[in-house]
């Protein structure tokens, strides 16, 4: 379903043009507002839609298979970690969805500078980051040379 | 501050004036409902508001609807809170503010004071000199640095296209207002002509450019910051899903958008 | 135009910014305390990749700790659904640290669902595991941020840079910002190559707007493959290419209503089809046919055979699991956190699954590394039991030297979906953070001439574009320039008609694959004459370059395994069966850009898990 901007809603803050991971979402040059410029490269992966602070962006089905009638929209709040979805049936049936996102505050990951620096033992293992703890079993699993099988070619 | 209208009295009859401000004024109404016409926008706007009332779920009455317009002229209009950036609010205000004071002074002065016998208080060019240099900085800066082609879509600053008719069209009107009044206070009459001149036709096309260019948006954007505030009153939410029922917890990862 | 060069100098770079480099920028800062990382991505990193919708499940989790799965298990399953080809050793590590990193996503904030019951993660399958995954790419972006000294968004690597003291040595990259046009050089002693596999080689079945509807994203450009194939880099099983069974249209996922919800196929008239066919596989595949879980491939083409018998369409039973809220809520959310536009398609069709049983379909092939197939770089195993012809240093080191790779990038590694290729990320950055500490006074040097060369081929689009723009009045249709959605289309009609695509049911042989590749060379002839209107339209440029030489790889090995050890993905009609005599191998490609001139050879596999 590619995207489409409605005009009264778009004041042009270029938040969709900054977030598509197809690059197609871009500036008209008479309004000045946002636009899918390249609709047979839109995923539907909703990323503009949901950047939207004025929830400007919608989407219609792709004109190939879609009958027109329908409506699939979201409301993805940040601050309370939800998002929510309304979908609307060609026939007027209605379905609504609501999920968590996050369970963390935004910005909260501890980043991997702030852990003890390794040993050069651990740089010379085979653990990555955060193992064995990580893993929550004792050690990591390893083959033994002497224990592989010597398998056909 | 010297009352630039009533020096050029000497070579334009106040008439000739007053005729060319009714004019201009009558270009943006005509120009504004052309537009409306020849795009049928006021179709779209009624048939709209049909299709909302199927499917609202509670009706706004006539009290509730007055106050969500008094709400829409404080909040969007004087306020400019339909702008999600805090810069380009800014931006918007300076200009908004400083061509309404622009405008305003001009006509007084035009209408009122327009001959050097009687040029009228000192505060009034005071004002418009300060709405003129108002629009401007708000101007310039979205211009060169704000505007989201420039600022999301990396391009250069000196790209022209349609949307900027406006906006170049207003800063030219009032830089070339401000260069003119200096250079004639100065008494430089050649290139105080060349910069009424100037001024004289930046302003003829920005008020006769209005059926091409963003200058009837300022009477669209509050119609439709009001018409999404009665469909929030009323239930139609344009098909949004409502507001989650989880307290506000964890803050917002939102940044602005990379400049290039 | 002159434009202005941005040098950018790191010790590890990280090309993509994806699962895979995500994880990989994690894992250097955390080994690589004071080293250079930099990330570079073409899109924007909080939703670039697959997963920028989002994902509803994770496939690779063993859940060790609560003795669900050992990494043995995983390696058994990914070498069952891929009829005996996966690289043992590079699987065994990847599901062996995988834990960690799903244990580490779910302290960053990932909401995994729990089982009521037991307090485990809510389990989808035996190897998968339910999620609420919308900000699933936002989150891993947030730690590869935290830990990156700088991301590059909007700058499209479409080359990367040789030593030029030694041979066969990365050295860095090359590219363009896709907003303002300026030429980057990339420095680095290590490059981590974790760009997207390859959609859009073959043609989709929507070719209206319905052509941005493919089942992996439409920018996977193939930058995986065409990256290191042009350093030079050894490729292995590009001919494994996927087919996938989804529902009709919007290629919705099918795994949560097979696995959780319990659904199961049949045709138009009701019948379980699977049976019919089951004595006809054998006669292809032999024993494999009896093998649990039924590889992917063969239940392709089960439906294949009984949509060409006539008995089509296939549909998804889902009336009777529907009636229980609790399934169709996971029914519906299993679209909305992962691929929306199925819930667009059923919505606008008024197909609500309490009702009706949704049809489902065979997609166009895909070219990818990190699901239910593993195409890629081969690459250098674990060093502490790799067997010695996997294994020549640096585990994730192509065989190129400095140049790593992880998630679809890297071949023979089936089955690691979004946390194995997080985990791969990992794997291959402590091995690039080990190759740069160990050469502290060794950095390679790229070759001004050769960037120098590569900035004008890089803009050389734009050039044709401005300059041929002239001959005509208007309109895309010009003699002497190619518009990259022309040569995209092109490209996927000849890959479709000759190298086995939907329209000739996935069937090749040796005359069609010899014709696909006359047919390619004129399309890389004329790749010099593509005309990009604006920056954008450069992205799409050499987004198509990156696909055709891909495509030719693809060939080049479809052409060389003489036998069908896929159905269902694809057939060699003139080798209809399959064959572990002369075939139960891994093929190995290697391009020489300076002849274009492709070699191919076989590698053993060694089944080192029983």
Known sequence: MPTFVYMTNCDGCGYCVDICPSDIMHIDPTYRRAYNVEPNMCWECYSCVKACPQQAIDCRGYADFAPLGHSVRVLREEEKATVSWRIKFRDGREKNFVSPIRTTPWGSIKGPSAYAPPSAAALASQELAHEPEALKVDSLPQLARNRLKKGLV | MHNPFAALSASVPPMAMQVYVAVMFLLVVGGTLIDLAHKGSAKYFFRRREIVSFGATRRVGAGEAAALAAETLVVTVLAAGEFCGVWRRITHLLTMYGFILYVVTTAVMVFAYPTAAAPGPAIVPELWYLGAVLVCVGGYWYWLLQRVDVAAEGRSPLRLVRADLFILSLLASATFALAWARVQAAGNELWGHVF????????????????????????????AALQKRIEQANGFRANLPPPADHPASFGSARRQPNNY | MSRKTVFVDSDILVVGGGMGGCGATYESRYWGRDLKIVCVEKANIERSGAVAQGLYAINCYMGMH??????????????????????????????RHVDATVHKFEEWGLPIMKDPKTGRYQREGKWQIMIHGESYKPLVAEAARKAASAVYNRIMVTHLLMDSKRP??????????????????????????????????FKPRAVGEGMGRTWYAPWSSASAYALPILAGAKMTQMENRIVLTRFKDGYGPVGAYFLHLKTYTQNAYGQDYEAFWRDSIEKMVGDYVNHHPVPTCL?????????????????????????????ETIGWENFLGMTIGQAVVWASQNIDPKEINPELTTSEPYVMGSHATC??????????????????????????????????????????????????G??????????????????????ETEYARLKKVIYQPLENYRIGRNEIVAGTVSPSYLLPLHGL???????????????????????????????LAMLKEDLAYLGAEDLHQLQRAWELQHRVLASECVTQHTLFRQETRWPGYYYRADHPRLDDQDWHCFTLSRYDRDSGRWEMEKAPVYHIID
């Not at chain 3, 009609?493 to 047919?519: C, F, W």
Request: charged share 25%; net charge neutral.
């Open chain 3, 168 to 201: 066969n040595r990365v050295a860095g990259a090359v590219g363009f910002n896709v907003r303002n046009g300026d030429f980057y050089v990339f420095r680095a002693k290590a490059v981590i190559v974790a760009a997207g596999g390859a959609s859009h080689i």
């Open chain 2, 196 to 223: 009424f001149g100037l001024y004289a036709l930046s302003s003829t096309v920005l008020f006769a450019s209005v059926p091409w260019s963003k200058f009837a948006h300022m009477f669209y954007k509050p119609a």
């Open chain 3, 375 to 424: 195409s890629g770089a081969w690459a250098s195993g674990p060093e502490d039991y790799a067997p010695a012809e996997y294994q020549w240093g640096y585990n994730r080191m192509m065989t190129v030297e400095g140049l790593f790779g992880a998630g679809d990038t890297i071949g023979g590694t089936a089955h690691k979906f979004s946390s194995g290729s997080f985990t791969e």
């Open chain 3, 489 to 519: 289309q092109r490209l996927e009609k000849i890959m479709d008609e000759y190298v086995g695509g939907i329209s000739a049911h996935y069937t090749t042989n040796q005359p069609l694959l010899t014709r696909g590749l006359e047919l």
């Open chain 3, 299 to 327: 239940r392709n083409h089960a439906l294949l055979e009984e949509v060409k018998a006539g008995r089509g369409p296939i549909r998804m039973v889902t009336k009777e699991a529907f009636k229980d809220p609790h399934k």
């Open chain 3, 426 to 447: 990992r794997i291959a950055a402590k091995a690039a953070v080990r190759y740069v500490m160990e050469r502290s006074n060794d950095r390679p040097e790229v070759s």
């Open chain 3, 66 to 95: 609560w003795n669900e799965n050992q990494p043995e298990d995983h390696v058994r399953y990914a070498r069952n659904d891929l009829m005996g080809l996966v690289r043992e050793d590079l699987g065994y590590d990847i599901a």
